[in-house]
């Protein structure tokens, strides 16, 4: 699996020939302005919740890729409405989608679209593959029912909000990352704006404190699972 940040809560995951792209908020993010949406190659839109730092681009590059859209049913619902293609799921739904096995599991946030309109409720996703796994948490505080996914699931990395304020901040994302049993944590969701802009160096130090890894990536850069 090919892991790539592309700023704030947007991550593409090439797994084979396919590429999930998680929660596209590249136009809007000053920080994202070498990535070109244009150029990015999609077959799945998963989508976290209905914020609009998590929608801003799906659906540009939904048009252009004619990606199929997955997320809770009230968001797949709005995108079929508007004639888009999508799979709609909730929580502790599995579904198989050539043979990448998504999971929606639960987030503690909100979840409206930016005209207000009901979101449905905010979700992570569980990606696994051929025995490896990512969680990718999405806005969300921690929460006990982290502890739920690694009764199923080992985890090979988890993709963990940290910059507070909308979030969990550092510390609540060590907890998470103890919760979900993963010491290899990808932050995001941090430095886009003011209130989340946090230390790297401090960050990446207290999570090496409690002997996990945060991996902190530039923007457009991959790791390999
Ligand atoms: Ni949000
Ligand atoms: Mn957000």
């Known amino acids: 699996m090919q892991v790539t940040y592309l700023g704030h809560g947007c991550i593409s995951v090439s797994i084979n020939n396919k590429t999930l792209l998680i929660d596209p908020f590249i136009t809007g993010n000053p920080l994202a302005k070498h990535i070109n949406i244009e150029e990015l190659k999609v077959n799945y839109i998963l989508i976290t919740h209905a914020h609009q ?14 990606a199929k859209i997955i997320s809770n049913y009230e968001i797949v619902m709005h995108y079929i ?16 989608f050539d043979e990448i096995n998504i999971k929606y ?4 946030h909100t979840s409206s679209f930016p005209d207000g309109s009901y979101g449905g409720q905010p979700g992570g996703f569980v990606i696994t593959h051929n025995n490896k796994s990512i969680y990718v948490a999405g806005d969300t505080a921690v929460t006990f029912d982290m502890k739920l996914i690694p009764m199923q699931t080992k985890l ?22 103890d919760f979900v049993e993963c010491d290899k944590i990808l932050g995001c969701h941090y430095d886009t704006f003011p209130p989340i802009e946090i230390d790297e160096k401090v960050a990446v130090q207290k999570f090496k404190t409690s002997n996990k890894e945060l991996i902190l990536l530039d923007i457009g850069k991959s790791i390999f699972i």
């Open 156 to 177: 090979n990395l988890a993709i963990l909000p940290i910059g507070d304020n909308f979030t969990m901040g550092i510390e609540d994302a060590i907890i998470a990352a």
């Open 81 to 96: 409405a508007k004639g888009f293609i999508g799979h709609p799921m909730n929580h502790g739904g599995n579904c198989v």
């Open 53 to 66: 730092d998590h929608i801003l681009d799906v659906e540009a590059i939904a048009k252009r890729t004619e």
């Open 105 to 108: 599991v639960n987030a503690i």
